[in-house]
């Protein structure tokens, strides 16, 4: 634990206990008259009230009107973009670029402060392998070191290297722990999770977010092992601020307490918060009002309340609050600047991601098309999480027809989201005949997208999917772009079109971006950051899966002959008995890591520094140095992700049958030959062992196999050694 500056120090020891139990809320209030009357009686944190001035009213009341004065945090859910939207983070996520990531955060980091926020809900670093869960779309994918490496580039770019810069916010790495694992994918359900998969896959990017530094962590609405997180004292406490050192603050999410009484952990909200905050909550969060009067906290260890309002006060601080508890109204940022346009553009083109193209991508410049489905029209293309006062972003119809003449355009959305019976279906499907290539805009709407969004069934709602299926009917070559939340089931149409690119809610510039890939001025070489299933029947499904006691080598079929092991005898481990479906292929329809832009790369035989390193190397810093020759033998400047898998072979726990260890995205010029080399050291190659306790992580002797390419499917391997 950092020890506390004097300053601290010296207002803790003068506080008085009502002083110090008011510090220990945040609440929101949409009238300012009422944030103030709460700022005046003390309260540590408010949230935005979506202005520089209003933001210094209450910063006035809480420094002039208040007996110590203390400065307010005021948060916000900035989760990516404040007034500029960039692509949400499941889409920069698609990206594989960290440092696109960390200049997203530094705008929206610099837009927010500039406005008063300080602190914000974000980055949400929850693996999920479930796209039924709406929150997908707030997290960065179903692989740990992803989300590991854009959490860290996020929370980078939220902070900078100094707090009390005025274009640095507080981050918040959410939502401590397992959020990603409720069942069903239902949003707040349960998460049954082993101590072997918290470990090494949804603690890890917390792990990483608290030696980046986050400001704070959220505590999740779950349950773990049958104890909310919000009293979860080994998680919050145990594992967070002891094992990991963590000292910033644990907050709890939107009436994360209230709803203990609902878990029925508590009888009333009183005990509710005395538990939440001695399992090591320390800042409870009310939603509409469903707070708990401080008084009712008589019964709180005292040491346990200094502990919690030392922590905050010590954020403050770093905050440059106390010296600084104003911002300059005249230069608050409340729209896109050119630059920041600029920025979320190519933000929105980089995560664009291929998913199939037969050349009919990019658009010829002559060609005629026409433009349907709902997205040719919608601007919904912001995405969750974006706030009223956010810059909106226009049209795909609109940028088409202003980039290729009106002439040369025919828009016709054929149906809207959620239509089932649409006659301008057959409208559109007429009008496809007479173009060169039609275009169909689909995907989900903002609205269903999100928290609370759990959906059932991950098609494309609505007739989409018909209108798709009608206009490839008509035999003209049909792109379809999918503007998207979550991986989607598209298997009813997918194998009908020339071409499909997912361009997920890519933000203020969406549209711009969406037709620069079109036409190709941008390469959507984004690959998917979590597999899209056949069907929701597959969920869950991931890459980094066990291979289990019987894995598969083909499907099954329905129509599967009986197996009698009398008369088949002991040979009854065919392919019958293995893990999958009767009705269905094996594995997703598109994995982790799919896609791949409109470049054309080669790539050389992978090379190792040493084939063999002995434990004590790789523990004194030794690594493998694993390096691949690329070149663009095409025509045109182009992007290619270059990433690094670990398969154990043998491990004294299941291993995954594959790892992320290392990836990373590059630009090269036509002709231009480049050369992709990764350091495998010790952090890289260690994994957390849950058959000893406390659990370790470390490296284990023996073979790995290193696999490296431009997709999962696309890799060459080498093995490796590591003697004990
Ligand atoms: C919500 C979300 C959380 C968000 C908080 C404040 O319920 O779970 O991610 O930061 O409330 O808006």
Redo the contacts with the bound molecule.
């Keep these: 634990m950092t020890p506390h500056s004097d300053r601290v120090r010296g207002l803790l020891s003068g506080m008085t206990r009502e002083e110090k139990l008011a510090q220990l809320r945040i609440v929101?209030r949409p009238a300012l008259a009422d944030a103030i009357e709460l700022a005046r009686g003390g309260i540590g944190a408010v949230f935005w009230p979506q202005s520089a001035a209003a933001t210094n009213a209450l910063q006035r009341a809480a420094v002039t009107q208040t007996r110590l004065g203390i400065p307010l945090l005021v948060g916000l859910?900035v989760i990516h973009g404040q007034r500029t939207i960039y692509p949400t983070p499941l889409g920069l996520a698609a990206s594989f670029d960290p440092e696109l990531a960390r200049r997203c955060a530094a705008l929206a980091a610099r837009e927010a402060r500039s406005g008063g926020v300080n602190w914000t809900?974000?980055p949400?670093v929850d693996v999920s392998y479930d796209p039924r869960w709406g929150r997908v779309v707030?997290g960065f994918g179903e692989d740990v070191l992803l989300t590991s490496v854009l959490g860290r580039a996020t929370i980078e770019g939220f902070q900078g290297d100094d707090l009390a810069r005025d274009d640095a916010i507080a981050a918040?790495a959410?939502?401590f722990v397992a959020y990603g694992a409720s069942e069903g994918g239902r949003d707040y359900n349960t998460a049954e999770v082993s101590t072997h998969r918290l470990r090494n896959v949804y603690l890890e990017p917390f792990r990483h977010a608290v030696d980046a530094g986050a400001a704070a962590v959220?505590a999740s609405?779950n349950t773990v092992g049958g104890v909310p997180v919000h009293i979860h004292r080994p998680l919050l406490t145990g594992v967070l601020k002891e094992e990991w050192g963590f000292d910033g603050i644990v907050v709890g999410?939107?009436?994360g307490v209230p709803n203990l009484l609902a878990h029925r952990v508590a009888g009333d909200l009183a005990v509710a918060l005395q538990l939440a905050h001695e399992a090591g909550l320390d800042v409870e969060?009310g939603?509409s009002g469903s707070t708990v009067d401080p008084q009712d906290l008589a019964r709180i260890d005292p040491a346990r309340v200094d502990d919690a309002v030392g922590r905050i006060l010590s954020l403050k601080e770093r905050l440059g609050l106390f010296d600084a508890p104003y911002v300059e109204e005249p230069v608050e940022i409340v729209g896109p600047t050119a630059q920041a346009r600029s920025l979320v553009r190519e933000a929105a083109g980089h995560a664009a991601v291929l998913l199939e193209n037969d050349g009919t991508l990019p658009l010829r410049q002559d060609a005629r098309l026409l433009l349907a489905g709902p997205y040719a029209t919608s601007s919904d293309l912001l995405g969750a999480w974006t706030q009223s006062f956010a810059a909106p972003a226009g049209s795909v119809a609109d940028e088409m027809v202003d980039r290729c003449g009106p002439d040369r355009v025919a828009v016709l959305p054929g149906t809207g989201f959620f239509d089932i019976d649409e006659p301008g279906i057959e409208e559109a499907a007429e009008a496809a005949k007479s173009v060169d290539v039609a275009v169909v805009f689909v995907g989900e709407p903002s609205t269903i997208s999100g928290?609370a969004a759990s959906r059932s069934d991950i098609r494309l709602p609505g007739a989409q999917e018909r209108l798709i299926t009608r206009i490839a009917a008509t035999g003209t070559p049909t792109v379809v772009v999918i503007v998207t939340g979550r991986p989607l089931d598209v298997t009813a149409w997918i194998d009908d079109v020339a071409a499909a690119v997912v361009v997920w809610h890519g933000g203020t510039e969406a549209a711009a971006a969406i037709v620069d890939v079109l036409l190709g001025t941008v390469d959507p070489a984004g690959r998917l950051p979590m597999s899209f299933p056949r069907s929701v029947g597959q969920i869950p499904i991931h890459y980094a899966h066990e291979n289990t006691g019987r894995p598969p080598r083909v499907r099954g079929f329905l129509d599967e002959e009986t197996i009698d092991v009398g008369v088949h005898g002991p040979d009854n481990l065919s392919d019958k008995f293995t893990s999958k479906y009767l009705d269905d292929e094996l594995g997703p329809r598109y994995a982790f890591g799919h896609g791949g832009g409109y470049g054309r790369f080669v790539y050389d035989s992978p090379t190792v520094s040493s084939a063999t390193l002995t434990l004590d190397q790789l523990i004194n810093g030794m690594t493998f140095d694993v390096s691949i020759g690329l070149e663009n033998i095409g025509d045109r400047t182009a992007d290619d992700v270059i990433m690094v898998f670990v398969e154990d072979p043998v491990s004294r726990q299941a291993p995954p049958v594959r790892r992320v260890v290392a990836f990373e995205r590059m630009t090269l010029e036509p002709g231009e030959r480049r050369e992709a080399s990764f350091s495998l050291g010790q952090d890289a190659l260690a994994t957390w062992f849950t058959d000893v306790e406390p659990p370790r992580r470390e490296i284990e002797p023996g073979e790995l196999v290193v696999h490296i390419g431009p997709r999962l499917d696309r890799t060459q391997s080498l093995s490796v050694v590591i003697d004990a």
Excluded: I, L, Q, R
Aim: charged share 35%; glycine share 6%.
């Design positions: 929101y859910d809900f974000a949400m707030e918040t959410k939502h959220m609405f999410d939107a009436d969060m939603g928290e």
